[in-house]
């Protein structure tokens, strides 16, 4: 099987504009996650989706928005950006939405100007 | 202080040493995660602990849950195993399911 899959895998962007990421999960897996990693902050949760609803929401300001298709690939948007916001976002899937081993995809470096 | 504290930040080993690496959380959880992140950023999920042991190949994880602690042990470490490793935690009891909290890594470096 295919595993996660990511793209961008890089992008570079200036401050105030927005950005899209995209997440093909492993087939046949309905749980995908999105975490942000920064050297300051580590790991973060952002959001998590099972089956095109959103299950578990992170600590961040609503700029920070996802969503989830019916063939489980899922989304995630950053308005206007901030310097801040750039980090590593990563997400990962699994079959079921928790108790379950969790894929991790190669990450979208995102970096505002 | 932070809900999933890990120690040692830093540790670098000798290869063939046993290697043992700490968690310890502060919140109800329903499931604690071992994570390795090798350089350039991949994270494979190692294990997934509700209680007691597991166990694959060189590595061995551990939690105590009433002592909120786990631990993963890697024997007759190589080169290889130089990563970030990191305990997250599931947040929840039961059946209640919430976010993941993340620790801050150790960075395990394996001399030949």
């Known amino acids: 099987k295919a595993g996660v899959t990511q793209t961008p895998r890089y992008l570079i962007k200036t401050r105030g504009q927005q950005v899209t990421l995209s997440c093909s999960p492993i087939?046949?897996?309905?749980?995908v996650s999105w975490y942000q990693q920064t050297p300051g902050q580590g790991l973060q949760f952002l959001f998590e989706?099972?089956?095109?609803?959103?299950?578990n929401k992170g600590n961040f300001p609503g700029r920070f928005s996802g969503r989830q298709f019916s063939n489980s690939r899922s989304e995630m948007n950053v308005s206007t950006l901030e310097l801040g916001d750039s980090a590593l976002y990563l997400c990962?899937?699994?079959?079921?939405?928790?108790?379950?081993?969790?894929?991790f995809g190669p990450g979208t470096r995102l970096l505002v100007l | 202080k932070n809900e999933v504290e890990q120690s040692p930040q830093n540790l670098t080993a000798q290869e063939g040493e046993f290697i043992t690496i700490n968690c310890s959380y502060s919140?109800?959880?329903?499931?604690l995660h071992w994570l390795q992140q090798h350089p350039g950023g991949g994270i494979v999920s190692l294990f997934m602990?509700?209680?007691g042991k597991k166990k694959h190949g060189r590595l061995i994880a551990t939690i105590n849950i009433q002592e909120k602690h786990s631990s993963l042990h890697i024997t007759a470490s190589h080169p290889r195993d130089s990563a970030v490793y990191i305990c997250?935690?599931?947040?929840?009891?039961?059946?209640?399911?919430?976010?993941?909290?993340f620790g801050k890594g150790t960075k395990l470096s394996v001399k030949p």
């Open positions: 990962a899937s699994s079959f079921q939405l928790t108790g379950e081993t969790q894929y």
């Open positions: 087939s046949g897996h309905r749980s």
């Open positions: 989706y099972f089956s095109e609803t959103q299950r």
């Open positions: 919140v109800g959880i329903s499931a």
């Open positions: 602990l509700s209680s």
């Open positions: 997250a935690v599931r947040l929840g009891y039961g059946g209640s399911q919430g976010n993941l909290i």
